[in-house]
């Protein structure tokens, strides 16, 4: 399945931004990848790694944030359609690949 993490972190001063930057690169070391701007994906195999996911999410997000996590099955998410203008950054477009270094 797919887990879709979209959310809304106060930019208002230095600090939140701060914050909104770093809980953005959490979102990368935990396997995220960013879709758009304020939203992230990443593919989820277990209950378990779901559940987990979801702890640290609650954990982490600064006090003033919010956050909204779909959880979208592979026969949903196969098929999702990109559409790209055409001055867009060209992007892979396909199923999602999970790389564990």
Avoid: C
């Avoid at 196969?78 to 950054?89: R, S, V, Y």
Wanted: proline letters at 5%; aromatic letters at 6%; zero cysteines.
């Amino acid at each position: 399945m797919m887990m879709l993490l979209s959310f809304d972190l106060p930019r208002d001063t230095k600090e939140e931004r701060k914050q909104a930057s770093e809980y953005r690169k959490r979102l990368v070391e935990l396997g995220f990848s960013m879709k758009q701007y304020s939203l992230y994906e990443r593919e989820v195999q277990s209950n378990t790694t779901r559940n987990r996911l979801i702890e640290i999410l609650k954990k982490e997000i600064p006090d003033s944030g919010l956050i909204t996590l779909y959880l979208l099955p592979d026969e949903v998410n196969n098929k999702q359609i990109t559409i790209l203008g055409k001055d867009a950054p060209k992007i892979t477009v396909g199923a999602p690949h999970l790389i564990v270094l």
